[in-house]
C-alpha cells in the first residue's frame, strides 16, 4: 500500500522529470484529488492515509497520461474561469485568465437587459460568466464545432438552467436578421508560424479554435468585423479577444468600419489583448 504523500511525491518527481509543466506539484495535487475524491488541503492533512490499489492505479494512469502532454484541464475535464468551474474537453479551448479581460469590458457595458451574443463560444464559459454576473435575460452562445457546443450546452444547464440560448453555425450564417447590443468574441488568431512554436501542449487543444488564417492569423476575425454591423443594435458594442501584438491592426480595422469610441484592454500581464467599438447605424 501506498501513502498519499508517498504518491503525491512519486507524482511530482515524474512530472518534473518530463520537464513539461512549470507547476509539478499543483499539477500532481489536483491529479490525486481527482483521484481520491480529497481536497488539495487534505493532502497533507492526511498526508499518512494509504490509497486503495484501484484509486492508485487510476492516478498513476492520470500521471502517465500528463508526462505524455496531456493539459491537465483536459485529464480533470474541468477548469476554472472567473471563480466558477467549467466543463472542458479536447473539443474546446482550455479557458484562461488572459480572456477575463474580455469579460472585464462587456461588464462595464451591459446590464441584465443587454441582448449579448458569445460568438465562436466554445465551452461558453465567457457568455455564461456574462449572465451569471449580470443576470442576463437574453444570451446566445454560437460556434461552428457541434464538439464544442456539447461543452458549452453542459455548462449552461449546470450554470444557467439551461437558459442560454445554443447555435450551431459558421459566424453570423445561423443568425440571420437578429440584432445585439453586445457581441464578444475569442476567435481563432494565431498565425501558423506562432502556432508552430506553441508548445506540445497547446497543440492538443482544437487547432480550428487556434488558426486564425491569413499570414497575419486575422482573416476570421476581418470577416468578423465586415459583417458584424448588421447584427448589431444601433449604438451596439463589439468586444475582440486578440493577440497584444494584433491590437492595433484589430483598432484599425473597426475605425474603417465606422467603429466609433474604439479601446483597448489590458490583460493582467499587462498586455493589450481586448479591442472594441461602439457602432451607430
Not at 481527482?34 to 498526508?47: A, M, P, V
Not at 454576473?133 to 444570451?139: F, M, Q, T
Not at 508548445?199 to 497575419?216: F, H, I, W, Y
Request: hydrophobic content about 40%; glycine content about 8%.
Amino acid at each position: 500500500m501506498i501513502t498519499v504523500q508517498e504518491a503525491l511525491s512519486q507524482g511530482t518527481q515524474a512530472i518534473t522529470q518530463h520537464k513539461l509543466s512549470a507547476t509539478p506539484l499543483l499539477d500532481a495535487s489536483l491529479l490525486l484529488c481527482k483521484s481520491t475524491g480529497l481536497r488539495r488541503e487534505e493532502l497533507y492533512s492526511r498526508s499518512q492515509r494509504t490509497i486503495p490499489l484501484a484509486t492508485y492505479a487510476s492516478y498513476t494512469a492520470l500521471i502517465e497520461q500528463r508526462c505524455g502532454g496531456e493539459p491537465v484541464a483536459y485529464l480533470l475535464g474541468e477548469r476554472e474561469f472567473y471563480g466558477r468551474s467549467f466543463k472542458v474537453s479536447p473539443a474546446v479551448l482550455i479557458p484562461r485568465s488572459d480572456s477575463e479581460a474580455l469579460v472585464e469590458a462587456a461588464l462595464e457595458k451591459i446590464d441584465s437587459s443587454a441582448k449579448v451574443l458569445d460568438l465562436c463560444c466554445g465551452s461558453g464559459c465567457i457568455g455564461i460568466t456574462l449572465a451569471k454576473e449580470r443576470s442576463l435575460e437574453a444570451i446566445t452562445l454560437s460556434d461552428i464545432s457541434a464538439e464544442a457546443l456539447l461543452v458549452a450546452k453542459e455548462n449552461n444547464d449546470r450554470l444557467l438552467g439551461g437558459s442560454a440560448r445554443l447555435i450551431e453555425g459558421h459566424l453570423f450564417e445561423p443568425l440571420q436578421g437578429e440584432k445585439f447590443s453586445l457581441i464578444v468574441t475569442n476567435p481563432p488568431y494565431l498565425t501558423a508560424t506562432w502556432y508552430n512554436g506553441c508548445s506540445n501542449e497547446v497543440k492538443r487543444e482544437p487547432s480550428l479554435a487556434l488558426l486564425g488564417g491569413e499570414e497575419d492569423g486575422l482573416a476570421l476575425i476581418r470577416e468578423i468585423v465586415r459583417k458584424v454591423p448588421l447584427y448589431l443594435e444601433d449604438g451596439g458594442s463589439l468586444l475582440i479577444e486578440c493577440d497584444w501584438r494584433q491590437h492595433e491592426v484589430v483598432l484599425n480595422l473597426l475605425e474603417e468600419r465606422g467603429f466609433s469610441a474604439l479601446e483597448s484592454y489590458s490583460d493582467l500581464a499587462p498586455l493589450r489583448r481586448v479591442v472594441g467599438g461602439t457602432y451607430r447605424v
